[in-house]
């Protein structure tokens, strides 16, 4: 069972001067999760190496059981410092694939090439496709094999604008992903703002905000051990 987490490589959020990237709990929780289950984890970044993290995801009020395990795991803190291009490699190796959020996604991997073509050949092949809280703007120009866009028809959640508003970011980020999953045709729903809701339609997997992170990627297992 070989799993490929892709992880933002973007640190800047807008033009606010202040840091973002991924967060905490919605790489660790997912990890662990596949982790225990025994599975074979690649990580990868667009830029590769370590990827930034959200400062505000490694604040005292964020932390979960899941990142407080991380930060007592050298060999995992390892793997995240040292994660691979996303462009070398292949979806051939893999038999899932997992985008944890942060806002960072909404700036490189919702518009990096090597990302949608990874995303649409693995869909295509009906492997588990995942992605949590801001990290469903991947899908945001990937297409299926008919042109259409590959969330058309498609029931989705994500980091809903109600949250964004909550977070204060609704002006800085470069779209609202509530709303630009509706404009690629997606079956957009949402559950109560920061609690655990997962959707999950045929092999695509998403999840509302960090809280459904874990959530997700138990989903995602019980979809490999259907096939």
């Not at 370590?50 to 995801?57: H, M, T, V």
């Not at 806002?103 to 090439?113: K, R, S, Y």
């Not at 801001?134 to 109600?162: C, E």
Request: charged share 20%.
């Amino acid at each position: 069972m070989n799993i490929l987490m892709v992880l933002t490589s973007h640190d800047q959020l807008g033009d606010t001067g202040r840091k973002t990237g991924f967060w905490l709990e919605e790489f660790a929780a997912p990890y662990y999760v596949f982790k225990d289950a025994g599975a074979n984890i690649t990580l990868a970044s667009p830029k590769g190496g370590q990827p930034p993290l959200d400062p505000k995801s490694d604040a005292d009020e964020s932390q979960t059981d899941a990142t407080r395990r991380f930060k007592q795991d050298a060999a995992a803190q390892a793997a995240l410092a040292d994660t691979i291009e996303l462009s070398t490699l292949s979806p051939d190796n893999f038999d899932a694939l997992f985008y944890p959020g942060g806002h960072g996604p909404l700036w490189d991997l919702a518009e990096n090439a090597d990302s949608v073509a990874l995303i649409e050949t693995m869909f295509a092949l009906g492997k588990p496709v995942a992605a949590v809280c801001h990290a469903p703007s991947v899908f945001r120009h990937t297409k299926a094999q008919d042109s259409l866009p590959l969330l058309n028809g498609i029931a989705v959640t994500g980091f809903s604008n109600t949250e964004e508003e909550a977070v204060q970011l609704t002006d800085i980020v470069p779209f609202l992903l509530e709303d630009e999953l509706r404009k690629c045709g997606a079956k957009y729903s949402k559950g109560p703002d920061w609690l655990p809701y997962v959707v999950v339609d045929d092999n695509l997997i998403t999840g509302q905000n960090p809280a459904s992170s874990e959530a997700a990627a138990v989903a995602v297992l019980k979809q490999l051990q259907k096939t």
